[in-house]
């Protein structure tokens, strides 16, 4: 495995936030920008387990890439000013799964979600075939596959474990009671061919997420088997070493309201996905 060589992904961040300011400076004056469907996102192949927890030590060996992001103004409600303007993303891969750190700087831990309060999140999005879909929840007769993050879905998965935890050291005694909603995941695996058509699929859990909010960051892992040959690849985005396609990107703050559409977005990237054994 090659390793790219070690960046802070905070100073990544600043550094998107910086370039933002900027790109916003020179399109007051007219000088164009290039926007961010020019990144590609590398996934490198690691041999061993791939890191399913944001504090694994395998990620600081993969610099992070910082993507801006924009706010949402194809349908209504338009969100032109969401909280988040860059995340950074990291990928990794071993032959039979791949897991993406997804970051970004967030003042504010929003995991519940009831009346008037609303939740922090994050989305990851794969057009279904190779023809191109609407980075935006796909179109008819072109759909994209959507693992979408939830803060609350995170919540409810890590009491279950400290309830699990407890239950074991503390036998007998008076039982706690607290309805805690079972999640095969803390992402939804979802399918979207328009707007409005946003599906989840019947079976869950084939992609796994854990997060952590600290010092006004999240970090996010999303990861799920690769496809291997022969694999019916129906509703399931494929991802095969050694192979180019597109991923696009979206984040919400509830602190700032953000939901369903109203949020920040990455339209298309590209994504290399490292040969098993890595680069030629």
């Known amino acids: 495995m090659v390793q790219a060589k070690r960046i802070s992904s905070r100073a990544l961040l600043a550094m998107g936030a910086g370039l933002l300011v900027t790109a916003g400076a020179l399109g007051w004056f007219g000088v164009p920008v290039v926007s961010s469907q020019g990144i590609v996102i590398r996934s490198h192949f690691l041999e061993g387990d791939v890191p399913t927890r944001p504090s694994d030590a395998a990620w600081e060996t993969i610099a992070p890439i910082p ?3 924009s706010g949402q103004i194809i349908t209504r409600p338009v969100w032109p000013e969401p909280s988040a303007k860059v995340i950074s993303v990291r990928s990794v891969h071993n032959g039979a799964s791949i897991a993406f750190l997804v970051e970004w700087q967030d003042a504010t831990k929003n995991e519940r ?3 008037g309060v609303f939740r922090d999140g994050a989305a990851l999005a794969l057009p279904l075939g190779d023809a191109p879909a609407f980075f935006c929840m796909g179109q008819l007769d072109h759909y994209v596959n959507i693992w979408h993050w939830k803060a609350d879905w995170q919540s409810d998965v ?3 474990k400290a309830r699990a935890k407890e239950k074991k050291r503390k036998k007998g005694g ?4 607290e309805v805690i909603p079972r999640r095969p995941s803390s992402i939804e695996d979802l399918i979207g061919g328009g707007f409005s058509t946003l599906t989840s699929k019947v079976r869950q859990g084939n992609i796994k997420g854990e997060a952590e909010w600290k010092n006004g960051f999240w970090r ?3 990861h799920r088997p690769l496809t291997q040959p022969g694999d019916a690849t ?3 985005a494929v991802l095969i070493p050694g192979r180019l396609q597109a991923v696009s990107f979206a984040v919400w703050n509830g602190e700032n309201k953000e939901r369903n559409g109203q949020k920040a977005v990455a339209s298309w990237l590209r994504l290399l996905v490292d040969p098993v054994g890595g680069p030629p």
Request: hydrophobic letters at 40%; charged letters at 35%; a positive charge.
């Open 234 to 236: 129906e509703n399931e």
């Open 158 to 160: 890590d009491r279950r």
């Open 220 to 222: 996010v892992v999303m």
């Open 113 to 115: 979600l009831t009346p």
């Open 174 to 177: 008076i039982r706690r009671f």
């Open 67 to 69: 993507i801006p992001l």
